[in-house]
């Protein structure tokens, strides 16, 4: 079985990179709402940390429309030399995955998953939410952005033979460490800025509070 992390570090995630580096100019409705859930706490929400960070550009539309300073973390050199390059001026970009974060992260405000649960190994997952839960300040705010499926599944990742999509309910997950609540969630789809009947499609903004 290929380990997902070791793929996306040597190759995998430069190549989600070249596929997508054309919709980095776009700003993202999601992330829009996202921040008008946040407005009324943008003074708590000082630093932003992004796990899977892609190409740098929901954290630096995140940081604009809140006004705050973020971290972002991805496997692909790629994605994080451009993300240092063009948003630069509030955010930091390193290379690392979700269940190996660098050291020496100071605790956030918000920590933001977007499209990256789902490709972590699922011998790692339970590590990821720990790491995350470590790094988030009691008081504040976690948000994940992902695939919302009725029931958890595997699928093939498309883009790499081998790989898989673990398409499962991630907020559940957090929800279940107990100390959890959630916020709000904005259920839509691939394609669609609405609900999907049809659950194989289905994707979810959620906001989770993380209880003092
Ligand atoms: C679908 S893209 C989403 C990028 C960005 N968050 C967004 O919403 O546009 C998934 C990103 O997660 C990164 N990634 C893959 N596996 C990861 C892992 N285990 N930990 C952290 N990031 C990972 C990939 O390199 C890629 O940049």
Request: with cysteine.
């Amino acid at each position: 079985m290929l380990i997902q992390e070791r793929e996306f570090l040597k190759s995998e995630g430069d190549e989600w990179f070249k596929r997508n580096i054309h919709k980095f100019a776009e700003n993202s409705p999601e992330i829009s709402i996202l921040c008008n859930w946040l407005m009324p706490f943008q003074k708590e929400v000082q630093t932003i940390l992004e796990i899977g960070s892609g190409g740098g550009n929901k954290l630096s539309q995140m940081c604009w429309q809140l006004n705050s300073k973020g971290h972002g973390i991805d496997p692909s050199n790629l994605a994080v030399d451009y993300a240092n390059k063009n948003y630069g001026d509030k955010c930091i970009f390193e290379i690392g995955t979700a269940d190996s974060l660098p050291s020496q992260l100071e605790k956030f405000d918000l920590i933001h998953f977007g499209f990256c649960l789902y490709l972590v190994s699922r011998d790692r997952i339970t590590d990821c939410l720990k790491q995350a839960d470590l790094l988030l300040k009691p008081g504040r705010f976690l948000s994940i952005i992902d695939f919302d499926p009725q029931k958890p599944h595997v699928n093939e990742y498309v883009h790499f033979k081998g790989l898989k999509s673990y398409k499962d309910n991630y907020y559940k997950m957090f929800c279940d460490l107990g100390n959890y609540t959630l916020v709000n969630k904005y259920s839509f789809s691939e394609g669609n800025h609405y609900f999907s009947l049809d659950s194989s499609v289905r994707t979810s903004l959620t906001l989770l509070f993380k209880e003092k």
